[in-house]
């Protein structure tokens, strides 16, 4: 009998009619599914309703956003050990990600692991939510001769290296905000970028918010507790 | 009778199967559909098999590369008068775009031109062709507080500004290289950046190539012949 393959799948930005083709095959030829949960919701699991989950072998996974390098590498040991054993059963598995896998995923990183230790692994791309915030807000975001860059902006506010990154040229796509997006928005005053900015939030989802240049001012405390599912794009 | 929608529609980068469940159905309900074709290629028209393409009217477009403002504006112009037409006879009209439309996208120009002569356009988002290249690759771009910079390369090395943006921290995505790619190659050797870096050709097509380090100065004529749709991915 030959080894499972683990696939790392992007389902895109969360609306089920936003994953490929391919996507959509390979979830259903997987017997086994894990799928990122937060508090807050199972966005990615949603986001496959196309696939009748309810048929699968589905695993809930959840990592601690603020483990400790040593708790964080033990959480993914753990997972991959539950993979493998799938895997040596002959079982395809697939782990689900929000947006594209190729970017800051779980599901990633989780495939490195397991393919380090002798299995196949896949990477399925998929849309970006940052694709699909500039679409929801009819944005295109770059002319020709400009450079995009994505930014990872809690850790960027942490390490002190926003401002400089959003003084760069080009766009910027801010991503990751969580709970600094409070922090973000009165730096971007500061810097004279609100009105070049737009916040999409659960881009694709039926509760979708489109917040745009001085309507950023004006932002809920719902709003913020919402922002993990958001992009920021800021024009130059 | 209501007028027709213009749909600027991401097909992914080139395989049929990495179109989105949205981008097809949209597809399949639009009569007319717009397709870039070059010298070389009909890929976007290629990717879009699974919808029949024989059943609907179809429109090719091209731009030229090299045109100056004025003739460009003159380009896009006879290319929206094209449309309207359809539009005010109620047809919905696609354009296609390769990769995902809110980047470098002709579609979206078009959408924006057309939407200001007062008709409805919708952006459909898809695949970036860099996420499928670092997906065929098995490579994650970013760990979580790494910064992804897109860079339209050849317009970067013309300005003399793709050196400094080489030297950013985070990963680099250079894409447009088109035949600049033999001189950015010398350039990534003098900054010592060939040991980290990828290049993925026609990723998700059935002549894909790789090449990987050392494997870049060893490239053929051919090679370099087919860099427009190359992606290069450098890690930092």
Redesign the interface.
Known sequence: MSYGTFYAV?T??G????????A??ILRNCEVILYPETEKNTIALDSVS?INPAQKTLISCSFSMTASKEQSASEYKTLAEKCTGFLKSGKDVAMLSIG??????TA??A??II?KTGFE????????S???A???A???????????????AD??LI?EKLES?LKEEGTKILM?MGKKLKEIIPLMQKLNLIQNAVLVQKA?LSDQKIFRAEELLKMTEEDFENAYLSVMIVKS
Do not use: M
């Not at 896949?122 to 970006?128: A, E, P, R």
């Not at 009819?138 to 990872?152: F, N, Y």
């Open positions: 992007s895109g930005p609306n089920p009619e936003l994953l490929t083709l391919q959509l095959r196309e594209d896998v190729s970017l800051w995923s990633a990183r495939a490195e393919n692994v896949k990477f399925v791309s998929g849309v970006n940052f694709s699909e500039a679409c929801e009819a944005l295109s975001l770059c002319q020709k001769d400009e450079k995009l860059t994505i930014i990872p850790a960027y390490e990154a990751k694709s």
